[in-house]
């Protein structure tokens, strides 16, 4: 029962990320920027949260970094 809890924990807490990562590929795809940089922005942070998040999930310092990119595109 204990794996089980833990286990869908973890899954839980990969999914918040992840959508945190959607949320803010589309908050600088929809960002002042100029319109011919913003999709490669939006693209480049997507990609870098997926090789993030799903590459080296259990690694905390890459958890921190990515936590720390998206507090700075929630706080512009």
Same mark, same amino acid.
């Given at each position: 029962?204990?794996?089980?809890?833990?286990?869908?924990?973890?899954?839980?807490?990969?999914?918040?990320?992840?959508?945190?990562?959607?949320?803010?590929?589309?908050?600088?795809?929809?960002?002042?920027?100029?319109?011919?940089? !913003?999709?490669?922005?939006? /693209? &480049?942070? #997507?990609?870098?949260? *997926?090789?993030?998040?799903?590459?080296?999930?259990?690694? !905390?310092?890459?958890?921190? /970094? &990515?936590? #720390?990119?998206?507090? *700075?595109?929630?706080?512009?």
């Amino acid at each position: 029962m204990k794996r089980l809890v833990n286990g869908f924990g973890k899954a839980f807490i990969r999914f918040c990320l992840l959508a945190m990562a959607g949320w803010a590929t589309v908050a600088i795809f929809y960002s002042n920027l100029p319109v011919l940089i !913003r999709p490669w922005v939006a /693209g &480049f942070f #997507a990609i870098g949260s *997926l090789l993030v998040l799903v590459g080296n999930y259990s690694a !905390r310092r890459t958890r921190l /970094g &990515f936590l #720390a990119a998206f507090a *700075l595109v929630l706080t512009w």
